[in-house]
């Protein structure tokens, strides 16, 4: 992608260290920004800050050890964000669990409480500290990394899906409650082809892409565009929006297979 969309913007990724998130920041680093990419491990990070040097960009790259589910976390890593760049534009909410897989009536306690914890209270914690350090009072834009699961059933992953759901929501509540100083906006994936879907994914690719319309996985160089326009002033007038990027999977007919 070519292009200044968010020069001297200030960007934090969670879950900045690989996937999806990495290839956010990337795309805010060749967009002009300084990112600031948290995730649980220093190693992980380490690694992630080599790739984004690769990246042609003059912004400064921050990396902040922080777990989404530990609200100190967040307000540290805000913090940090605010002393050493001054400012914080974009928050993208993109790290997420998923500690359990099969029936909804099957789930325990404390793995439905870790996965709410992280995905849902996690993303308004987020969402808190930055719209109180910085988008409160000089605006800003939020883009949260939801899922196409929060749009359908799935007989393996219902509860993630449900705190994708509440993920869908809450981008719309919080589109009405921040405007009109920041715009709140989501992305809903289809399965991207990152090490945590691998599994889903490798073995039966040429199966899953025969049945899409596009007839391809999702890259998340497909995901990181989306979050550059949500991010920028492209989508100015846009919030409390879902942008589903799915090749076509939620467009089948009920009973066509391709
Ligand atoms: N891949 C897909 O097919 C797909 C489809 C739809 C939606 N999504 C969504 O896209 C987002 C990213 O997924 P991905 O496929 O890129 O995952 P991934 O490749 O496994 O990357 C996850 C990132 O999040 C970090 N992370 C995980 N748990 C964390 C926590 N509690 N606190 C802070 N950081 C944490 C990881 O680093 P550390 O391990 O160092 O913490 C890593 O940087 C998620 O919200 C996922 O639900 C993915």
């Given amino acids: 992608m070519n292009g200044r969309q968010l020069d001297g913007r200030v960007a934090v990724v969670t879950g900045g260290s690989r996937g999806i998130g990495l290839g956010i920041a990337k795309a805010y680093r060749e967009a002009g920004a300084h990112v600031v990419i948290a995730s649980r491990k220093a190693e992980g990070l380490a690694a992630a800050r080599e790739e984004l040097l690769r ?3 003059d912004g400064e790259i921050h990396e902040v050890v922080a777990n989404v589910g530990e609200p100190e976390d967040a307000e ?17 909410n993109n790290a997420a669990t998923n500690p ?27 969402t808190r500290y930055a719209w109180q350090a910085w988008m409160s009072e000089h605006g800003g834009a939020v883009v949260n990394i939801a899922s196409v699961g929060g749009l359908i059933v799935d007989p393996h992953i219902g509860w993630y ?21 920041a715009r709140v906006n989501a992305i809903a994936p289809g399965l991207i082809k990152t090490e945590l879907a691998r599994a889903v994914w490798e073995p039966r690719e040429p199966v899953l892409t025969a049945r899409l319309p596009l007839r ?24 409390g929006q879902t942008l589903v990027l799915d090749g076509g999977a939620t467009v089948l007919p009920i009973g066509v297979d391709a």
């Fill in 100 to 126: 359990y897989m099969g029936d909804l009536l099957g789930l325990d306690l404390p793995r439905a409480e870790k996965t709410v914890r992280v995905n849902q209270y996690g993303m308004l914690a987020w």
């Fill in 76 to 92: 540290a890593c805000v913090a940090e964000t605010m002393s050493s760049l001054g400012r914080l534009d974009v928050l993208v």
């Fill in 216 to 239: 391809r996985l999702g890259t998340v160089e497909d995901v990181a565009h989306a979050a550059v326009f949500l991010a920028s002033e492209a989508s100015a007038w846009m919030t």
């Fill in 55 to 57: 990246i042609k960009g």
């Fill in 161 to 181: 899906n449900a705190t994708k759901a509440a993920m869908l929501h809450m981008t719309r509540q919080l589109a009405y409650e921040l405007g009109p100083m």
